[in-house]
């Protein structure tokens, strides 16, 4: 069981950056696929940024070049730098986590932060 905890998220505006973290407990991050996803209001969820087991990353086309996803697995955290934010970036943002492999579909990640609000005003 892995409990997650996102912190880190402000009212900014356009142009500035955030970085948000989720701190994992419960086991290692180590064999998690870790994710970080967003939602905005009557909007479909969003996956943002993965980080894979072993350390590989995606993104979606939305935030590449300006979002960076890494983890420190000796701490059990994981951050999404952002940078250059606009005002489609505001939405809720949730860390996801999922054992050994990164799941196609967000509904089958088995463990959800309760998200860290981003507004970001132009």
């Known amino acids: 069981q892995v409990q997650l905890e996102e912190s880190g998220g402000a009212s900014v505006q356009a142009g500035g950056s955030l970085r948000l973290s989720c701190a994992a407990s419960g086991d290692s991050m180590y064999n998690y696929c870790m994710d970080w996803f967003r939602q905005a209001p009557g909007e479909e969820r969003e996956r943002v940024a993965s980080i894979g087991p072993t350390g590989g990353t995606t993104y979606s086309d939305s935030v590449k070049g300006r979002f960076t996803i890494s983890k420190d697995t000796a701490k059990n955290l994981l951050y999404l730098q952002m940078n250059s934010l606009t005002p489609e970036d505001t939405a809720m943002y949730y860390c996801?986590?999922?054992?050994?492999?990164?799941?196609?579909?967000?509904?089958?990640?088995?463990?959800w932060g309760q998200g860290t609000q981003v507004t970001v005003s132009s």
């Open positions: 996801a986590a999922n054992l050994r492999f990164c799941p196609a579909s967000w509904r089958a990640y088995a463990y």
